[in-house]
């Protein structure tokens, strides 16, 4: 906007001692004197020491309040302001007449020119560009609620105010200072813009004057700018940009949480109504009241909580009136009270008399103020709001009394009710709005040092993670085969429709009828990503196929598989792929890893006008040299030459592009492609192979030895019981509890698990990962919980299925790292993390078998993570059976014993287990024989015989890890025989008997608690802490497998375990202490 006041005014001029209002001339005192300190000499020249002061004139506080109320009069004069926007005579006049008053400072709670035009009066951009330019510090002033003109021209959308401070030369510094006040409980200037309903455009330059600080505050409700840009009742079309530039700016409100622990997206989701809508009524912005200009400011909805001049309640009510509109400074501490405060949508807009408006009444703008001067805010691609001037009225011709005594014309604005259009709300823009922020996080992930999958898991899903992010398989090394993915665990997998990443080692997909011809190229590929297709997936970030030994995928399958899907970052290790290939298959990238074989004709592939400038969103390309065919100056210069020649062609397509446009578009049309950064290749480093887990399963010679009798008895019961698949029984009683319909479910906590081993894949039900890559190539990554570093988890897992066939078993991966010893240990965070977490779930069993130990010394300190883990394994046995290990050190010291978590913490309530040989002893190298409450097999143990061998490793395995494994299994097993009688008593409609016998559903609660599931284990036990299971199991398993001789086998199956589960809770087991029964 151009400047229209003339030159040479900017300096203040005389004062005028008369003004018109309304046409008529007001009296003022004639005779003001100016109070100038120091001698003025004859000659009307000034010492140098006096030259100072004669600008700080000292005018009656009275005075410049009249003053001020001739200005605002003035200003409210029909046509007025048009006027003195065009008028270089009648700006030289204001001028000359007010000039000196504009600059001062009004008395304390009193408007000056700046909040008269925010609030009650037509904008004069005039007048404000003449403010800013010589006067900026009475934007520093407050009115009576304590607010800056600026933050009253938000409250109240005067636009057109807001928008000349923005075009003007006003400090950005300054105005960053005062978008960062925080006013009471409503948050800052961008809160407000948000709130308040803005032109998304306007709000937009308002995101470009601030830095992240301020993007990142919160309101009284503990919620961001973005936590209020992305209300359900804001998602219109126009918000998005809104959105965007909100995460542009600054994306720290990403990590971010309201009081009521919601972060962006969940805040999103929350917000949404609770009947899907397809569309929605939008919150119509916050209307301008009717103002008399004798009334003092702070008796309206602007100075505090009352009403707007219709009775109408705001829209969120979150403070305490008398705190409303105060300004804090970023940094200080604002009053919240209990820190807590109830946000309450006004779902329908009331009068005082409580009687409800069918629809609400529409808002005036205080644009509508401005007659005939032009806005050039409106959204493209939306209709301008419909805002007809107002034609004011004036009062009647009486004078009333002011506090100060001095008669004053009264001018009172009224306006007409008019129709505001609001732009649409549909749950169309919404799922746009979320998932523009979702994206953002899952890219940050990548960027942000403090932002992993973990994190992410937690903005998306809180503490219930429904969805999985990722899909890794970069450590597998055995075939896939389209039935694993069709029918096997993976199968279960639910996946967002956008993804962190998807990572996959050198692997084959085998699809079934499709011919293996190397000489085409592999189509592996093809078959993993249409089997993501299938479940959904949309989006995304990350995509790393291993690719780098012949035979290659051919191009037509790189596309074939990738084309479906909005894929951001690409590392397809395919040495020299085809630049045609790369965008057609993933033309959205922003990032690109390249393998370079060190030719200098695919650079120039690359850098061509068909080639990689022709990506409009690539910003960065990683090459990754896999050859060193000549020598280091020739490929430097190779390199360089590159880098210009892919700058120029990006130039030159942007030219090209700009011409194109002015054509159809015209000028200002077209935003350039982003330049393109080279990162030159580097020296990869492989990682050492893994070393097994401290406490894992020792690798020792094959050895002639007799197994253990306990794992055959446990072996031959659970083939029996595995004859009675629940799911009969399910589908036979429609009025089954659900406590009854639902499997023991078991959380491991271990190192991951191989899902598709035999026998355990149909009993994984899913998990998650709490251990990340650290690396460069893989940050922010996590690492499958779905496959197993070591092999320790899924031994573990095979462990538990092997005594209780039926359990789902969820496994939780945790983070390694290598120790002095260079064995592979967990991290304490990443045991605290995940325990944590599965206290929040539903387990009835939470295995543990390792350990982690407390570290304080100057290199490493885990205290802090030790602390974190003693605490959520407090929670956890309260809510579920805890089973650890021992740490398999030998005999060790008790006081050296309690730096190993989880066994050393002191907590009663636990489960520790030890390893037994065979004979029924405890293993000498299991430690902490002193507190080690039972003892399991776990010295030499053979994995199971037969068609359900899970590992091809057959050598024997010891640790107290296994025994854990098993014992947890063997809780898991009883909790199983309850929950089948109990069952079976709904399927003979015995659940209302009072036969004394009988199991039902309150036997379950009971086994499932620890002080009856710790009675049947001391019950079990013999030679002080083995766990016998001779008494329960040994017959019962050989009666199980008889019984197929009998005339009705299942009929009989079903006695047998009625009646053990019978002996399980019996009065006997639970009252009695430890026994010797065998």
Known sequence: MADLFPAGLDEPVDEIETISVDGEDVDTNDDQEIEVEGDVEDDGGLEEDDEAVIEEKVIDPEELSEKLLEIENQLGAPNYVQKLEVDTKEQTAFLEKYGDFLGLQPSEKEDNVLHIMASKRPVSPFLIRHILANHKERMDDRDNARRRPLTVAIEVRKELFIKTVLESKYDDADLERILGVVSSDMGNGIHSAIRNGLDPQLIIELIGKVSDDVLKAKDGAGCTPLHRAVEYERCTAAQLDVVKALLQRGDSALDQKNHAR??????????????????????????????????????????????????????????????????????????????????????????????????????????????????????????????????????????????????????????????TVAPPVSKEFADQIAKEVKLAYLRSTFKNGHRNHDTAVEFLYGDRQSKHICFNLLQRDKPLGQKSLARGSYSRFEFDTALQFVAVGPISVHKPGEPVNPERGRRDMVTLFEWLKSKKVKNIIKVIVEDSKDPYHSDEAIVEALRHFSIEILDWSKPDICPETIRAACKDARELLLSWSGLNGMLIAWAGVEGLANMASLTDIHLRQINNLESEDWTTKKLDDFEK???????????????????????????????????????????????????????????VIKDHQWLEIMDRFASGIYTLPPDEIIKSVPDLPMDLKRDVRICLIDDGVDTEHKGISERMDGG????????????????????????????????????????????????????????????????????????????????????????????????????????????????????????????????????????????????????????????????????????????????????????????????????????????????????????????????????????????LSSIRSHATMRKTFNNMTRSKTYVHVWNHFNQNGIDLRTANEVEDPTAEKWRIIAELARDIVSSKNINDPKSAGA
């Open 645 to 703: 020649r892919l700058k120029n062609t990006r130039d030159w397509l942007n030219a090209k592009r700009k011409i194109s446009a002015e054509k159809t578009l015209g000028k200002g049309k077209v935003v350039d492609m982003p330049p393109i950064t080279v990162h030159r290749p580097r020296v990869q480093v492989k990682a050492d192979g893994l070393q097994p887990l401290e406490g894992g399963p020792e690798q020792s010679k094959e050895t």
């Open 262 to 419: 919601q972060s962006v997206y969940q805040y999103h989701f929350f917000k949404r109504p609770r009947e899907e809508k397809t569309t929605a009524k939008p919150v119509l912005p916050a209307k301008p009241r009717s103002t008399n200009i004798s009334q003092p400011q702070g008796s309206s909805a602007l100075g505090d909580k009352t009403v707007d001049g219709r009775g109408k309640k705001p829209v969120y009510e979150m403070e305490d009136p008398k705190k409303r509109g105060q300004e804090t400074l970023p940094g200080q501490q604002q009053p919240h009270g209990n820190g807590e405060f109830a946000l309450r949508r006004a779902g329908t807009f009331r009068q005082d008399d409580g009687v409800k408006d069918a629809e609400p009444k529409t808002p005036i703008s205080p644009a509508n103020y401005q007659a005939n001067v032009s806005r050039k805010t409106t959204v493209p691609g939306q209709p301008p709001p419909t805002r007809p001037p107002i034609a004011q009225t004036k009062s009647s011709s009486s004078t009333t009394k002011t506090q100060r005594g001095t008669p004053k014309r009264v001018v009172k604005m009224m306006a007409p009710r008019i129709t």
């Open 768 to 1003: 998650r990962s709490f251990g990340t890559y650290t690396g460069d190539e893989y940050r922010g990554m996590a690492m499958p919980f779905y496959d197993s570093t070591t092999g320790h988890g899924t031994l573990m897992a095979n462990m538990m299925v092997r005594v209780c066939p039926y359990a789902k078993i969820e496994s939780y991966r945790l983070d390694t790292r290598r120790g002095d010893d260079q064995r592979i240990h967990f991290t304490a965070k990443s045991a605290a993390d995940a325990l944590e977490y599965a206290v929040k779930q539903d387990f009835d069993i939470i295995s543990m078998s390792w350990t982690v130990k407390q570290e304080m010394g100057v290199d490493e300190d885990n205290s802090k993570d030790i602390t974190r883990l003693n605490d959520a394994l407090r929670q956890a046995v309260n809510k579920s059976l805890v089973f650890c290990s021992a740490p398999d050190t030998g005999d060790i010291s008790p006081e050296e014993l309690g730096s190993y978590y989880p066994v050393g913490s002191g907590i009663k309530e636990l489960f520790r287990i030890g390893a037994a040989k065979a004979d029924g002893q405890a293993w000498p190298q299991a430690g902490g024989r002193n507190i080690v409450e039972y003892i399991l097999p776990g010295h030499d143990v053979r994995e199971k015989k037969g068609e359900e061998v899970v590992q091809n490793d057959k050598t024997l395995k010891s640790g107290s890890s296994i025994a854990t494994a098993l014992a947890a299994g063997l809780a898991a097993l009883m909790i199983h025989v309850v929950r089948m009688a109990a069952m079976h008593t709904y399927e003979l409609k015995k659940d209302k008997s009072n036969e004394a016998n009988i199991i039902k559903l309150h036997s």
